[in-house]
Nanobody, 124 residues
Framework: QVQLVESGGGSVQTGGSLRLSCVLSERPFTMGHMGWFRQAPGKEREFVAAIFWSNGATKYADSVKRRFTISRDVAKNALYLQMNSLKPEDTAVYYC?????????????????WGQGTQVTVSS
């Protein structure tokens, strides 16, 4: 069973930066895309960003474009999310996820594996 281990969350002030990491315990036979999602208290889990493993193509939610950057390290089986210009509304638990087959990266129900989540708190 593939496990995803996240790290890098924390507390910052408005305008600060954080870098999240997600490492796979093993690489499944097929790798479609990986994504970051977030969930704030009382809200549904929402799409943040995704990257297609084969070619590095990326997709972002409008709310994080030009502030967040998703990247991957194929050799290390690792996924990253660089978050700059953070805002209080970015406060949430952030999850990385893996979809073994390429599909619709914005849909959390299509992902096969999930990390445990890491808390990001942005204070004003």
């Amino acid at each position: 069973q593939v496990q995803l281990v996240e790290s890098g969350g924390g507390s910052v002030q408005t305008g600060g930066s954080l870098r999240l990491s997600c490492v796979l315990s093993e690489r499944p036979f097929t790798m479609g895309h990986m994504g970051w999602f977030r969930q704030a208290p009382g809200k549904e889990r929402e799409f943040v960003a995704a990257i297609f493993w084969s070619n590095g193509a990326t997709k972002y939610a409008d709310s994080v474009k030009r502030r967040f950057t998703i990247s991957r390290d194929v050799a290390k089986n690792a996924l990253y999310l660089q978050m700059n210009s953070l805002k209080p509304e970015d406060t949430a638990v952030y999850y990385c996820a893996l979809d073994e087959e390429p599909g619709l990266p914005e849909r959390p129900s299509l992902y096969d594996h999930w990390g445990q989540g890491t808390q990001v708190t942005v204070s004003s």
